[in-house]
């Protein structure tokens, strides 16, 4: 093969893998609103009928100014996501929204957003956060104060906790996919259903079955609203 022959393969095949390991596919036009009533199955959303979108399609009265409640929460925080199933107008934009309030003590609980990298800024109070990376498991933590910003790489395990006694906290964060997901890590563990065999836990862990039945038997709450 020649060596033009080479080079252009090498090109073609990193085309192909930067496509591929993007989190939402780049548009292909100025903007393609969800068309969440369409019977066609795709990965996201097909595009509603140009001609029919308004402004109202990339707009949402979401009150993310206003306080939310955390006092029902076991982890006390309260997670306000501003993704396509609420703003159709983010389908293939590659970016969503969220507020996260804070009770005194509170944390959102380690997690991860398996299609979104993460960057947070602190609008009020202190937050303790942190990441940890793929083996070895390093783990890169910080105390942000107001104003502060920290990101969260796509996929990595993270988390943040208000360790004010008697002050909330409230934070803003970006993500980078119009649906980013989330795993919270007890919950999947302990609170999938169906129930993981705590034959396969109590070996993970390396504790008695009985302290395994003891966390599935606990109610596994979705902080995110």
């Known amino acids: 093969m020649a060596v033009s022959s080479y080079f252009l393969l090498a090109v073609s095949l990193a085309l192909v893998a930067s496509q591929a390991i993007a989190s939402d596919p780049s548009p292909l036009q100025d903007f ?29 009265a979401a009150n993310l100014d206003k306080p939310r409640n955390t006092m029902g929460s076991k982890v006390g925080s309260n997670v306000t996501l ?25 944390e959102n609980p380690p997690h991860t957003h398996p299609r979104a990298t993460e960057i947070l800024t602190v609008l009020e109070g202190t937050l303790y956060v942190g990441f940890v990376t793929s083996n070895p498991n390093k783990l890169f933590a910080k105390v942000l104060n107001r104003g502060d910003v920290f990101v969260f790489p796509e996929g990595l395990i993270h ?50 079955k009985e302290t395994i039945d003891w966390l599935q038997a606990q109610f596994w709450e979705n902080n995110h609203y």
């Open 82 to 106: 501003i993704n396509v199933m609420q703003l159709p107008g983010l389908n293939t934009l590659g970016i969503s929204l969220a507020r996260i309030d804070y009770a005194p003590l509170g």
């Open 159 to 208: 988390f943040q906790f208000n360790p004010a006694h008697n002050k909330p906290a409230v934070a803003l964060a970006g993500l980078s996919s119009q649906n980013p997901g989330v795993i919270t890590i007890a919950g999947a563990v302990f609170g999938s259903k169906p129930p993981i065999s705590d034959d396969v836990l109590a070996k993970a862990f390396q504790v008695g």
């Open 32 to 60: 393609c609103v969800a068309d969440k009533d369409s019977p066609v199955k795709v990965n996201g959303f097909v595009c509603k009928d140009p001609m029919a979108v308004n402004a109202d399609d990339f707009f949402k």
